[in-house]
């Protein structure tokens, strides 16, 4: 079973296959685009963790750029009806920090915007994930008034994708632009995230 596996890059594919030479062999790894594009330039040294994925008629090596991608990776791939493109999707979506806040905020809408997740989905998703994850003992941090139990933020965060979505942009733009978005005003939330997108443009 490869667990890791560390030498030179060289190919990498617009959908995120990479091709890491180890001493004379040359090994095809899936990885999602983010990570391929983190691993730096062709030719150069590179270190990647690998989930082995071994099924009846094929042997899959899934890379990923930290061990905290790969570790909420094969969480996924535990929870029913997420084989390793979907779970791919939602770490592309969700990095693992983003994952665990939407989980223990239990946002739907977030988990709505990786491709070929549905409200249903969705919901079984965080209700699976709870147990696979690991979420902070206390849940998501309490933000706003005194008591408040992270809802009204997490509604915030919820119109801020609701507007965005409003006014045209696709669910990669709004999942890259509200991305370790800082908590505050829905309208100082919904500047910050424009300014991003605009930025990127």
């Known amino acids: 079973m490869i ?18 030479e180890v001493g004379g062999l040359g090994y095809r790894v899936q990885a999602g685009p983010a990570t391929a594009a983190r691993l730096g330039d062709l030719d150069a040294e590179v270190f990647v963790w ?36 979907l779970a791919l999707a939602i770490l592309s979506v969700h990095p693992p920090a983003n994952l665990v806040r939407v989980i223990a905020d239990d946002d739907v809408a977030a988990l709505c915007l990786v491709p070929g997740v549905g409200k249903k989905t969705a919901a079984r998703l965080l209700i699976e994930l709870k147990s696979r994850l690991a979420l902070p ?27 965005l979505t409003g006014l045209g942009y696709g ?24 300014q991003r997108l605009a930025g990127a443009r």
Not at 3 to 8: A, V
């Open 3 to 20: 667990g890791s596996l560390r030498g030179r890059l060289l190919d990498r594919s617009v959908t995120g296959e990479i091709l890491v």
């Open 50 to 85: 690998i989930h082995h994925h071994i099924r009846e008629d094929a042997a899959t090596l899934y890379g990923f750029a930290t061990r905290d991608e790969r570790e909420a990776f094969e969480s996924l791939l535990g929870a029913h009806g997420v084989g390793p493109a």
């Open 137 to 163: 003992a206390d849940g998501p941090a309490p933000t706003g008034a005194p008591g408040d139990d992270g809802s009204s933020a997490r509604n915030a965060r919820a119109d801020v994708r609701d507007a």
């Open 171 to 194: 669910p990669e733009e709004i999942a890259e632009a509200t991305r370790e978005l800082p908590e505050g005003d829905p309208g100082a939330m919904l500047k910050e995230a424009l």
